[in-house]
C-alpha cells in the first residue's frame, strides 16, 4: 500500500519560499496512471487545491497562486516537491500531499499533512 | 473556476438516522464529482468517485447520486465513526475546486 510522507520547515518567514517534500513509500512514484498533488488547509477552513504533477513534469496549478508555485519530481528518490514563493501569512495552512488517479481523477491517497507557519 | 456548494453547512442527527448532503456545482460537471470524509486532525479521506462509485473499503451505508450541476452523499444508517466533515470536489477542470464542507455532528 503506498503512503505518502510530507516534510519540511514548519515555520517560513514572510517574503520566502515554502518548501516541502513529499516522499512515496510502498511503491514507485512512476508507476500506473497516478498523477501528485499539493491540497492545502488553513485552520478551521475548507481545502484548497494547488496543483498537480506527473512523472512526465507536465504541471497544472491554481492561477490563483499567480505564478508562485513550483513543482517537480524526483523519480530517483521517489519524492516530489512544492516550492511557494513570497509567502504571506494567508499561505498559513496544513499542507497535504495526495495521489492522484488518472482514470478516475479523484485523490485516492493523502500524506498526513504538514502544518507550515508564515510568520517573522 | 467552478465553485462548489454544499448544503447543509452543518447537520446535527442521531445514530442510525438517514442523512443527506447536497453538493451543487456552478456550471454542468458531468459525473466528475467526488466525496471525501475528513476527521478532525486527520488527512481526508475518499468515500466516492465519479458521483457514485464507492471506494474500496468504504462501508456500504455510504452512497452518492447526482450529474451535471447537483449531487447528494447519502448515508443510510449514521454511525458513531461517521461524525466528521464532508467535501465534494469536482474533477472536472482546472483548477479543481472543493465545496466548503458538511460538518455532521452529534444531536
Known amino acids: 500500500q503506498v503512503q505518502l510522507q510530507e516534510s519540511g520547515p514548519g515555520l517560513v518567514k514572510p517574503s520566502q519560499t515554502l518548501s516541502l517534500t513529499c516522499t512515496v513509500s510502498?511503491?514507485?512514484?512512476?508507476?500506473?496512471?497516478?498523477?501528485w498533488s499539493w491540497i492545502r488547509q488553513p485552520a478551521g477552513k475548507g481545502l484548497e487545491w494547488i496543483g498537480r504533477?506527473?512523472?512526465?513534469?507536465?504541471?497544472n496549478q491554481d492561477t490563483s497562486l499567480k505564478g508562485r508555485v513550483t513543482m517537480s519530481v524526483d523519480t530517483s528518490k521517489n519524492d516530489f516537491s512544492l516550492k511557494l514563493s513570497s509567502v504571506t501569512a494567508a499561505d498559513t495552512a496544513v499542507y497535504y500531499c495526495?495521489?492522484?488517479?488518472?482514470?478516475?481523477?479523484?485523490?485516492?491517497?493523502w500524506g498526513q499533512g504538514a502544518l507550515v507557519i508564515v510568520s517573522s | 473556476d467552478i465553485q462548489m456548494t454544499q448544503s447543509p453547512s452543518s447537520l446535527s442527527a442521531s445514530i442510525g438516522d438517514r442523512v443527506t448532503i447536497t453538493c451543487r456545482a456552478s456550471?454542468?460537471?458531468?459525473?466528475?464529482l467526488n466525496w471525501y470524509q475528513q476527521k478532525p486532525g486527520k488527512a481526508p479521506s475518499l468515500l466516492i468517485y465519479?458521483?457514485?462509485s464507492l471506494q474500496s473499503g468504504v462501508p456500504s451505508r455510504f452512497s452518492g447520486s447526482g450529474s451535471g450541476t447537483d449531487f447528494t452523499l447519502t448515508i443510510s444508517s449514521l454511525q458513531p465513526e461517521d461524525f466528521a466533515t464532508y467535501y465534494c470536489?469536482?474533477?472536472?477542470?482546472?483548477?479543481?475546486?472543493f465545496g466548503q464542507g458538511t460538518k455532521v455532528e452529534i444531536k
Open positions: 510502498g511503491g514507485s512514484i512512476s508507476s500506473g496512471s497516478h498523477f
Open positions: 504533477l506527473y512523472t512526465s513534469a507536465s504541471t
Open positions: 456550471q454542468s460537471i458531468g459525473r466528475n
Open positions: 465519479i458521483a457514485s
Open positions: 470536489q469536482q474533477s472536472y477542470s482546472i483548477p479543481r475546486t
Open positions: 495526495a495521489l492522484g488517479d488518472s482514470r478516475d481523477d479523484a485523490f485516492h491517497i
